[in-house]
């Protein structure tokens, strides 16, 4: 599989359950801090290329998943 990038932000349960669900997976990731990082969500929504509420923000490789839910669905149904 491609490199996993995580957008997410501290005390986010659903990035920390994307993070784990790439360690158990033993994919390889990246996970940007938004704030550490100093980016914004006009940033996000730039890269995401629609508007963005939420985070974690998951692209595999350079295609966007979604959020968490989304690449846990995308990760358990074997469509990645």
Known sequence: MELVTIYGKPDCPYCEMAVKLCEEKDFAFTYIDLFATGMTVADLQKKVGQPVRTVPQI???????????????AVTENLL
């Open 59 to 73: 692209f595999v490789g350079k295609k966007h998943i979604g959020g968490y839910t989304d690449f846990y669905k």
